[in-house]
């Protein structure tokens, strides 16, 4: 049996941390989707198309991933595509506590036997988010190491 895995998220943008997820867990796997949520309700800095191409990039070097999108429960989109594991990354304790919620609700949804994988994000970006990425850059602060080089020139090219 191939054992294909899932890692999503809405990745804008995609930090280091994002990125030492992936390559960890497509060690772990015969194949990794990297699954984009795409969420109306939302307005990124990255339209989803943007977020699609620079996932592909960063991701290039890694020949068992895949990049994806998504729309609706991450459960139908798991159910639909058939895959063994759903990868989730945790930076610490306030993430382990949303992200236990949401295994066991997922473990509800999933109809296939999906194991829910928590991998603990490298100390070294323990404190990285999208959010906190975006807000210092806004404010023209430096995300050098915080993001891979092509991010970070997207970044900067968006705000200009």
Request: hydrophobic share 45%; charged share 25%.
């Amino acid at each position: 049996m191939k054992r294909t895995a899932l890692y999503a998220g809405s990745f804008d943008p995609i930090t280091n941390g994002h990125l030492n997820i992936i390559e960890r867990a497509a060690k772990m796997y015969d194949s990794l989707t990297v699954a984009i949520a795409i969420n109306p309700q939302k307005t990124g800095l990255f339209t989803i198309e943007e977020r699609l191409e620079i996932a592909r990039e960063v991701t290039k070097h890694i020949p068992n991933v895949k990049v994806d999108a998504f729309t609706g429960l991450i459960a139908d989109y798991v159910n639909e595509e058939g895959f063994t594991a759903y990868v989730r990354g945790l930076r610490g304790a306030a993430d382990f506590d949303i992200e236990l919620q949401m295994a066991q609700m997922n473990a509800r949804l999933f109809t296939g036997g999906t194991e829910t994988v928590f991998l603990v994000t490298d100390p070294e970006y323990s404190f990285v988010s999208s959010s906190l990425v975006k807000e210092v850059a806004l404010f023209r602060g430096s995300i050098e190491g915080l993001v891979p080089e092509y991010v970070a020139a997207r970044i900067k090219e968006k705000l200009r």
